[in-house]
């Protein structure tokens, strides 16, 4: 399973957080890993730099195999 990470350009996208993304979420979608051929994550703060607590927006996209597509969409703080 490939899994791609990408920010805005309000989120850093270091490289400790892509890998630490990475790592949670391959293990959290280990038993799907067979199913999976691509899951792409899309983080972005939609209020910029004003601070509220559920200004981040994380959407999912997983590719399944036979080309199919699913997605998620979530608000909330990114830890």
Known sequence: MEIIINTDSNIEGTEELR??????IATALDRFSTHLTRLEVKLSDEDRDKKSEN???????ARLE????????RFGTLC
């Open 19 to 24: 890998t630490r993304l990475g790592v949670t």
């Open 55 to 61: 200004d981040k927006r994380c959407v999912l996209e």
């Open 66 to 73: 036979r080309n199919a597509t699913v997605g998620r969409n």
